[in-house]
């Protein structure tokens, strides 16, 4: 009786922790939807006057997330898809289409700043959440609408691809970044998905051309910029090995692999990438690594996919308490609440897949947990 008494107490908690995370999940959702412009954008804060896609795009795919994602979230990732495919180039500044540039809003009205970050990361982002919109029961109807759109998308990439088959950020700043390749590896990926599926985008062709440049991005991250001997990443073709000491970029862009899942980011190189980067910063805890003050909520995904959970439930008590105390206001912005969301949707599915295993493991264990479903 004590043993299952132990294990209830630990079932127990765990639905506790569930429950907690799902109404988390959805005040980060309410947090995103009061981000959005009444033309369908997702600004950086609720009251900011900046529109950029990049974060916007990861604010979108977290409410793809949500259990209450069709019933409450579904229009509101419409209407930035939507605003996102309006706002394409044709052509930009170097004579590329359908890269879309920052926005700001002045007079009530959005204006576009000229400029963007990146245009591999922010077209490779964008076919993910299109991929994730689907996946998640999304209409694919509606995805299936923008085929061109995606396409062209997806050749604003190519308009970056270097001679060592890694992108440049952008077409005018060659310069081939661990990160970006990273997103634009997962958002190739995820863009064939697409194509390979009948109800979908039904591009067998198409599908093929793109799964072979998704592996030959793949296969120049792993030649050009992993070290094998010394277990790190560079943070750039032909950039010096990194300096850990920094935490932006090179102790975080050595963990990009891992949290976009690259197949070659296997979890023993990511589990010793994340214990690298905690020894170096232990600091990123209590929010100090970053002296602009940014949580980064994105490491806590790859906390948790490394199984450092208890790392990864120290810096979510951290950020709690410390944004609470602040109202949530900048530095916390769309593109942090979604990769919260992001981490809070993977302790679930660890919960779920805990809860599940013990249930297999005895019946009785599975009785106290219908009593407590039932009383609840």
């Known amino acids: 009786m004590r043993k299952y008494f132990i294990v209830f107490l630990f079932v127990f908690f765990g639905l506790i922790s569930q429950i907690a995370s799902a109404r988390t999940i959805e005040t980060e959702c309410e947090y995103i939807s009061n981000c959005t412009f009444e033309t369908g954008s997702i600004k950086m804060t609720p009251e900011g006057k900046t529109i950029n896609p990049y974060h916007s795009n990861f604010a979108a795919i977290a409410l793809t997330l949500s259990d209450n994602f069709l019933t409450d979230h579904q229009d509101t990732v419409k209407n930035y898809f939507k605003w996102y495919i309006a706002h394409l180039n044709k052509p930009d500044k170097n004579d590329v289409n359908c890269t879309i540039y920052d926005y700001k809003i002045e007079d009530g009205q959005e204006v576009s700043k000229d400029i963007m970050d990146s245009t591999d990361s922010y077209a490779a982002t964008f076919l993910s959440l299109a991929y994730s919109f689907v996946k998640n029961g999304g209409s694919s109807d509606f995805v299936k609408g923008y085929k061109d759109n995606l396409r062209c998308i997806a050749e604003s990439i190519e308009a970056t691809l270097s001679p060592q088959d890694l992108t440049y950020a952008k077409p005018d700043y060659h310069i081939a970044y661990l990160m970006d390749n990273s997103e634009v590896y997962a958002g190739f990926r995820d863009y064939v998905k697409l194509l390979q599926d009948e109800n979908t985008l039904n591009d067998p062709e198409t599908a093929d051309y793109y799964l072979d440049l998704r592996d030959r991005i793949g296969e120049s991250i792993e030649e050009l ?51 690298k980067l905690l020894d170096y910063h232990p600091t990123w805890l209590n929010g100090t690594a970053d002296t602009s003050g940014f949580p980064w909520c994105s490491i806590n995904n790859v906390a948790i996919s490394v199984s450092e959970n208890s790392t990864a439930n120290d810096f979510n008590d951290w950020l709690v308490e410390h944004f609470d105390s602040t109202n949530w206001e900048y530095p916390y912005y769309c593109g942090e609440a979604g990769w919260r969301i992001s981490y809070l949707n993977k302790w679930e599915k660890q919960n779920e897949s805990s809860s599940d295993d013990d249930d297999d493991d005895d019946d009785t264990v599975s009785s106290w947990i219908s009593v407590y479903q039932e009383e609840a």
């Open 225 to 275: 910029l992993w070290n094998s001997e010394s277990e790190e990443y560079i943070i750039a073709y032909g950039e010096s090995p990194p300096n850990w000491e920094e935490w932006y970029p090179d102790a975080t862009a050595n963990v990009w692999p891992c949290l976009f899942e690259l197949p070659q980011a296997n979890p023993e190189r990511c589990q010793k990438l994340f214990k």
